[in-house]
Every structure is written in C-alpha cells, then in structure tokens.
T-cell receptor, first 116, second 118 residues
C-alpha cells in the first residue's frame, strides 16, 4: 500500500513569498501530524489533526504558519511571508487513530524548503 | 514539559562492532511511550520500536535490542554486530498519554549519527 506522500519534494522561494506544502496521509489514517526538521532546532512538532476535531496548533512557531486538512485526508501547511529561518525539512506523518499517545507514526519523505 | 536527550551527536564504529545509543528522557507523566526511529540518508523516518512506561522488559529483535530503565529514565538502543547498512541518524522520542485530545505529539531527541565503516 502507499505510504505518506508529500509534495513538492523541494521548494525554493524568495523571502516574503507564501508557500504551500502538501501531505497525503496513508488511506484510512485519521491522525495527521506536521513536524519541522532544521539544523538549529532538530525535529519539532508543529500541528496535529485528529478526525473532525479542532487541530492542536500548539507547536506552530508564529501566526505566519497555518494548516488545514480537507475532508479528513489531505493536508496543506501554509507559510506566509517566508523568512530565512523557515528553511527546513517539513515532515508529515500519519497514524491510524492517534490513540492517546501510543501509536507509531508513519512519516513521509519530507519537503525541503529553502528561503533565499 | 517533556524532554529527550541524546548526548551522543555522532558515533563511528567499524563493521561488526557492537554499539549502544543512549537516550535519557524527562516527563512528569506516569503514562508515556518511548520510541526509536531511524533516518537513513534517504531521509524518511522509519519506526523501530515503541515501549510504554509500564513495560520495562528489554526487547530484542534480531541484531537490535533495547534497554528501558525507569529508575534512570533511560531507553538505550544497542546494535550488535553493526553493518554498513546501519549507518543512519537514530532518534529517540517520547509521547505522553493524553486522556483528551487523543493525539501523540512526539518530542524528539536531537539524534545520534551512526557511521559504520568497513
């Protein structure tokens, strides 16, 4: 079966531009997560979606970051007015139910964002 | 707040050597889960193991073994007879049991780069 897919795999943008990163979770998985991996900060949680519940946005670093999940499946992470410190690999993961902390997460290959 | 520490930034070994990757965690929660993930050069994180806080049994899977000790808040990972294909970054991670919300946000350590040379 297909794993988690992300697009684009690489994105180069200019400072100040908006970018959209897409994640397709594993079919049937109700929980979806976004993480960011950067040299300075390591792997950080950004946001979490569970079914139709309100997302947990506690990891978003600023109000320039937002995400949505349409139809309980595909998710888009949007970064407005990009800054150079936003350069990182953005990882998406999904899990079957979320299940209160105990589930393994399946990760996608990531989107490498470079802000010039 | 949760914290995971992987003090070893990089380890280099020669093939067939045994190697242990250290992981120390901090949490005030009594119910939590510990994970190890592998990130090979291709970049995709691969799940290796999960342990819950009530199960301190060590686990062995082929050349891999894990030693969970609550008394020292450690969850160490040993690779026996290492191979070149084991070269990767290994991450230890922690999630807590959430009665409401239901998710498992992972708190990751900074990772250990393992290099296995011939």
């Amino acid at each position: 079966g297909a794993g988690v897919s992300q697009s684009p795999s690489n994105k180069v943008t200019e400072k100040g531009k908006d970018v959209e990163l897409r994640c397709d979770p594993i079919s049937g998985h109700t929980a979806l997560y976004w993480y960011r991996q950067s040299l300075g900060q390591g792997l950080e949680f950004l946001i979490y979606f569970q079914g139709n519940s309100a997302p947990d946005k506690s990891g978003l670093p600023s109000d320039r970051f937002s995400a949505e999940r349409t139809g309980g499946s595909v998710s888009t992470l949007t970064i407005q007015r990009t800054q150079q410190e936003d350069s990182a690999v953005y990882l998406c993961a999904s899990s079957p139910r979320g299940d209160r902390g105990r589930e393994e997460q399946f990760f996608g290959p990531g989107t490498r964002l470079t802000v010039l | 707040a949760q914290k995971v520490t992987q003090a070893q930034t990089e380890i280099s070994v020669v093939e067939k050597e045994d190697v242990t990757l250290d992981c120390v965690y901090e949490t005030r929660d009594t119910t939590y889960y510990l994970f190890w993930y592998k990130q090979p050069p291709s970049g995709e994180l691969v799940f290796l193991i999960r342990r819950n806080s009530f199960d301190e049994q060590n686990e062995i899977s082929g050349r891999y073994s894990w030693n969970f000790q609550k008394s020292t808040s450690s969850f160490n990972f040993t690779i026996t007879a290492s191979q070149v294909v084991d070269s990767a970054v290994y991450f230890c991670a922690l999630s807590i049991y959430e009665l409401t919300g239901g998710g498992n946000k992972l708190t990751f350590g900074t990772g250990t780069q393992l290099k296995v040379e011939l």
